[in-house]
């Protein structure tokens, strides 16, 4: 039996297979994920995380945060808080809005693992390309939305699974560091899941809203 990783449910079913890993979807949540004995060792991750070449300087990279980035900020009160999480080696979204007046608290497991901000509250919360490498993404989530203030902003980026068919044939399962899949109706599930709303202003992006009363909502 497989656990899924981000509701805990037991009733995942085979996926898809090649030639280095097996995929399997929950039939609760619909993600997709890596079982945990095929991932890296945390060594070996952080080795492909160090062949990355993003920089605050580079403009193209700036354009590719934005599809992020100006939905965020049309979305934040003024002087907003918030925390970048999985920020990487070379941190730049955190710059970003840090240059349009919203302090910003970062963390990274491997590069700014200052765990202190892992307990402050924040009016919002980004995760740029991060979510596909959690081995336990439930325990993040929670971990996240509980840092979220009520009517707080959670923004991920992360490309999305459409079909088993596309699936075989995706560029972003070659990445021996990408351990989970999500699709729309993942996000839905887990926002209906905690009383979020959710919407998807981007390709590849969505922004939930924490509810400002924090029930969660049991389906």
Known sequence: MRYCPLCDAGDATHYHRDRRRDYYQCATCALVFVPPEQHLSAAAEKAEYD????SPHDTGYRRFLGRLFIPMTVRLPL???GLDFGSGPG???SLMFEEQGYPMA???PFYTADTSVLTRIYDFITATEVVEHLAMPGRVFDQLAG???PGGYLGLMTKRVTSREAFARWHYIADPTHVSFFSEVTFRWWAAQHGFTVEFP???VAIFKK???CTAVTL
């Open 51 to 54: 062949k990355h070449q993003n």
């Open 79 to 81: 002087k907003a808080c």
């Open 91 to 93: 941190p730049t979204l």
């Open 106 to 108: 970062i963390y990274d």
């Open 147 to 149: 840092q979220l203030v």
């Open 202 to 204: 981007e390709a590849d």
């Open 211 to 213: 509810p400002l009363t």
